[in-house]
Each structure stands twice: as structure tokens, then as C-alpha cells.
């Protein structure tokens, strides 16, 4: 199957502070990425889906001035975590494909 | 009504047991239905697609029922190594988002 991988998996940071998870596609291009949270003993919530080229669609509840995404290429999508606090912390998850979703690795973010 | 909802268990069966999971979604209008399995602090990873009629992966067995709105999963003569969290996933092209279920949580003991 296609491969997604995403970068770093996992970060420590203070709160405050922002962070930057990358989700690339390395052997396909994804004009359309998703991107989800998962909190302990909970299902994948989505948060948004990146559009190359185009203005991220946020779910309703995510703040997208807080979450920016970024899909500058058709391989590469962001999502920076702006001013993290500590509720934030959580499994930050990409997804990519056109009808099967290929999951990256995932993004374990602790805010202190 | 959540869109997508599962038994979030744990189902804890012997090994060799047959298990089935059940998964309802409210949105008619769905077109694609999978099953992804969701190992402890890992991604979640496709197990199968589910077709209108039905089909089969070796132990596997996922059934679709469009007029009751249901997705089903059969697993036969369980594994230890099936122990897992099994998430249900629905999409719908006018939306164009894949929904998650909460997940059902499998134990299989020895």
C-alpha cells in the first residue's frame, strides 16, 4: 500500500509554545489530506481536511486561527499547533488516498 | 445520534472463538464503508473494505445492510495476535469526509 509519514512523532513542549507536524505522501500525490486528533481511549476526530493549493475546511469546534494547515504541495501538508496548553496534548494523525485512507504514523504532542 | 456508532466493548473471547462486531451510521446517503484495525498508540491500518455483497478475508467477513443502515464484521477461529481496537468508517462523496466510529475493543485470551 501507499506510504504517508508524518514528522516528528512525537514532541515535549511548554506551553505556549508552538509546534509544526509534517504529513508527507511519499509515493503518491494527495491533492486532499485529512488531518485528525485522537484523544486516550477515544476515536480519530477529524479536524480538518487540506486542500493543495487552497484554504484548509475546519470542523466545526476546531479553531483554525489555533490549528493552521498549511498544503503547499501535493505531497506535503502542515499543521502547526499555535500557543499549545496542555489540552492540547493528543495523537495528531494525517491521512491521505483516493478511496482507501493511508494513515501516517501519527504525532504524540505533550504539553507541559 | 452520533453518525457513526459502535459497541465500544471490550468483547474478551478465548482464542479460537468466533466474534462479531456491529456498527451502525445515520447518513443514507454513505457510499463507502471500511474496517480499520487500531493497535495500542498506533495508526489505524485497513482491514477490508465492505462491499453491498459482502465479502470475505480469509478469517474475515464484512457484511453491508443498507436499508437497516448497518456494517458488520465477523471474525473466525480468533487469534491472539487479532487483539485490537476495530474501527468502523463511513464516507460519504457530499461531504466528502471519512467518519470514525468510536472503535470496539477485542481481547483475545489464551
Known amino acids: 500500500g501507499a506510504v504517508v509519514s508524518q514528522h516528528p512523532s512525537w514532541v515535549i513542549c511548554k506551553s505556549g509554545t508552538s509546534v509544526k507536524i509534517e504529513c508527507r505522501s511519499l509515493?503518491?500525490?494527495?491533492?486532499?489530506m485529512f488531518w485528525y486528533r485522537q484523544f486516550p481511549k477515544q476515536s480519530l476526530m477529524l479536524m480538518a481536511t487540506?486542500?493543495?493549493?487552497?484554504?484548509?475546511?475546519?470542523e466545526q469546534g476546531v479553531e483554525k486561527d489555533k490549528f493552521l494547515i498549511n498544503h503547499a504541495s501535493l505531497t506535503l501538508s502542515t499543521l502547526t499547533v499555535t500557543s499549545a496548553h496542555p489540552e492540547d496534548s493528543s495523537f495528531y494523525i494525517c491521512s491521505a488516498g483516493d478511496n482507501e485512507q493511508f494513515f501516517g504514523p501519527g504525532t504524540r504532542l505533550t504539553v507541559l | 445520534r452520533k453518525e457513526v456508532e459502535q459497541d465500544p466493548g471490550p468483547f474478551n473471547v478465548p482464542e479460537g472463538a468466533t466474534v462479531a462486531f456491529n456498527c451502525t451510521y445515520s447518513n443514507s446517503a454513505s457510499q463507502s464503508f471500511f474496517w480499520y484495525r487500531q493497535d495500542c498508540r498506533k495508526e489505524p491500518k485497513l482491514l477490508m473494505s465492505?462491499?453491498?455483497s459482502g465479502n470475505e478475508d480469509g478469517r474475515f467477513t464484512a457484511q453491508l445492510n443498507r436499508a437497516s443502515q448497518y456494517i458488520s464484521l465477523l471474525i473466525r477461529d480468533s487469534k491472539l495476535s487479532d487483539s485490537a481496537t476495530y474501527l468502523c468508517?463511513?464516507?460519504?462523496?457530499?461531504?466528502?469526509?471519512?467518519?470514525f466510529g468510536t472503535g470496539t475493543r477485542l481481547k483475545v485470551l489464551a
Open positions: 468508517v463511513v464516507f460519504a462523496s457530499g461531504t466528502y469526509k471519512y467518519i
Open positions: 465492505v462491499y453491498s
Open positions: 509515493d503518491f500525490q494527495a491533492t486532499t
Open positions: 487540506s486542500n493543495e493549493g487552497s484554504k484548509a475546511t475546519y
